[in-house]
């Protein structure tokens, strides 16, 4: 059994920095990409970042330049720093995992429960 859990969500000033972490823990194998994804009220839920095992990034274009994701691959952890916040960044932001469980072939996709960031105006 593979779990995701997250940490570092909670109420910001706008311009202001969180810092998520998310740490896989279970019987794995092996992790190929990890990522954000998160949903706002009364929308869709979107990609954020994303990180490869071998450490390529990818962005949603409203984050750009201002979160980065990162992972330590030691740790089973990833990571997404978020600076300059806007009240628009306010959701529920929940991590992902492709993970190959131990004695599996396949990865399969796992997340976390989620964590609430909320930035006021």
């Known amino acids: 059994q593979v779990q995701l859990v997250e940490s570092g969500g909670g109420l910001v000033q706008g311009g202001g920095s969180l810092r998520l972490s998310c740490e896989a823990s279970?019987?794995?194998?092996?992790?190929?990409?990890m990522g954000w994804h998160r949903q706002a009220p009364g929308k869709q839920r979107e990609l954020v970042a994303l990180?490869?095992?071998?450490?390529?990034?990818n962005y949603e274009d409203s984050v750009k330049g201002r979160f980065t994701i990162s992972r330590d691959n030691a740790k089973n952890t990833v990571y997404l720093q978020m600076n300059s916040l806007k009240a628009e960044d306010t959701a529920i932001y929940s991590c992902?995992?492709?993970?190959?469980?131990?004695?599996?072939?396949?990865?399969?996709?796992?997340w976390g429960q989620g964590t609430l960031v909320t930035v006021s105006s």
């Open positions: 990180i490869t095992s071998g450490g390529s990034t």
């Open positions: 279970g019987s794995i194998f092996s992790i190929n990409d």
């Open positions: 992902y995992a492709e993970v190959r469980a131990t004695g599996r072939v396949y990865a399969m996709g796992y």
